[in-house]
């Protein structure tokens, strides 16, 4: 899938030099698709709070914030000492059940509304891969709505579009399903269906003629994928969702990877009042460690093994170290004070790229979601995926990756450049960033 590159200089050597190692032992240098971006990544060497370091000893600002983990910052103090107070103290993994998952899960019921119950596994691609399986077994279907520009994780059942675009959808409202991965066996590509987000018309549409046969939809709440950036659910979009799959049995699967402990600790269901019959949970949820949630509706987690037939175990699951970071971060969460903090800076951002693009007659506004904020190069609003192939200029993309990279700002290479926002941010360094966007575009 990787599409993204910079331009390189002299004063990332110590990069350049570990890619050319790393290509003997990994494929193109990197631990995963995600990692890359040509001609070679900057290879970090810590990060600490609001930055990053490579291994030249360049300091960043990062909007990267791991992928989106770092919601309070990297190497918090507080989920640090609990983590190493729990390794100290308890171990790190019993494959057996333990107390503090039982906390965790109470957790998640509190303050998630999907979340009667919860089940925990290591990434947030393991959430949605047991999603589908879990969608499967409690409605005996197997086809599943998506929307192109999501990225749903590395597996099969939901790898369609996330990049790749053929013209659009058709006058059904469909698009082709596009798979972003070879390997796939045809049955799965059979089962997939592709929308444009916030097309409703197009949706009901899919209903009226497939719905018996819908297992379920699956949907970003916010729409915060590698080629849209940000896009915000249009009034009735979700809820939507919501009815359609209520009256014909199917079941509503929200992905809060992203969404869910970034933008409030009740995910973003809790911000638009649509709850899922499946919420899944990663990222934020403990700062950076590995753990992820699947969580649900009773009637449909108890699908799951052991209480069904639907088979979910994995020996790190519900591991006490990476449980106890859970708990330390989503005691930080709780107040709301973190979420409003990053959403007030999160506009400070916004609204100082919005004034840089206004007085350099630029072409372009920043999508902004709370922490989140993304630069859609358009005169207008982009509302989906098929918006953004039709009205983003991405002609700069690499050259504005590699100022920013340049100029002390980290932030991934993207033909949609996405910033994210962590606790750990300061006003002066919003206003540098936007100072430095303001460089590149007096160039």
């Avoid at 050597?13 to 698709?33: I, M, T, Y």
């Avoid at 509190?110 to 979340?115: G, L, Q, S, T």
């Avoid at 004034?355 to 920043?366: D, L, Y």
């Amino acid at each position: 899938m990787s599409n993204f590159s910079y331009l390189p200089t002299d004063a990332i050597a110590g990069s350049k030099a570990l890619f050319e190692r790393a290509s003997k032992v990994a494929p193109l240098g990197a631990q995963g698709d995600g990692k890359y971006y040509a001609p070679y990544p900057h290879y970090l060497k810590r990060g600490f709070g609001s930055k990053v370091y490579d291994v030249d000893g360049r300091e960043y600002i990062d909007y990267w914030n791991g992928a989106g983990p770092a919601v309070l910052g990297h190497a918090d103090p507080r989920v640090d000492a609990a983590v190493a107070e729990t390794m100290r103290t308890r171990g790190t993994v019993f494959c057996a059940a333990n107390d503090l998952e039982v906390e965790l899960g109470e957790a998640m019921a509190k303050h998630i509304p999907c979340a009667e119950m919860s089940g925990f596994l290591n990434a947030g691609s393991d959430t949605l891969y047991m999603a589908g399986r879990l969608a499967r077994a409690a409605t005996g279907r197997s086809i599943f709505v998506k929307f192109a520009g999501s990225y749903h994780g590395w597996h099969e059942d939901f790898l369609f579009n996330v990049q790749s675009y053929a013209g659009g959808p058709g006058n059904d409202g469909l698009y082709q399903p596009i798979p972003e991965t070879t390997g796939l066996k045809a049955e799965t590509i059979a089962s997939i269906r592709v929308l444009d987000y916030n097309d409703i018309e197009a949706v009901k549409e899919l209903f009226r003629v497939e719905g018996d046969r819908i297992a379920g939809v699956v949907v970003e709440p916010v729409m915060h994928g590698p080629l849209t950036g940000n896009i915000v659910p249009l009034p009735g979009f979700l809820e939507t969702l919501r009815q359609l799959c209520t009256d014909y049995g199917a079941l509503l699967i929200f992905d809060e990877i992203l969404t869910g402990f970034r933008h409030h600790i009740g995910g973003a269901q809790t911000i638009f009042g649509v709850t899922p019959d499946i919420g899944c949970f990663g990222k934020a949820i403990s700062n950076g460690l590995p753990i992820a949630a699947i969580t649900g509706r009773r009637a449909v987690m108890e699908h799951l093994a052991p209480a069904g037939r639907a088979f979910f175990s994995g020996t790190y699951n519900g591991n006490v170290a990476c449980v106890s970071a859970a708990l330390a971060t989503i005691g930080q969460l709780a107040d709301g004070e973190v979420h409003a903090h990053i959403a007030v800076l999160g506009e400070r951002l916004r609204a100082g790229l919005e004034e840089v693009f206004a007085r350099r007659g630029i072409a372009a506004n920043a999508n902004a979601f709370r922490s989140i904020v993304a630069i859609h190069n358009s005169d207008r609003r982009l509302n989906s995926f098929g918006d953004v192939w039709a009205h983003h200029d991405m002609s700069r993309a690499t050259e504005f990756a590699s100022f920013l990279f340049d100029h002390g700002i980290y932030a991934k290479p993207r033909k949609v450049q996405r910033l994210l926002v962590s606790g750990a941010h300061t006003e002066a360094e919003i206003d540098r960033t936007i100072d430095v966007v303001d460089q590149f575009y007096a160039a």
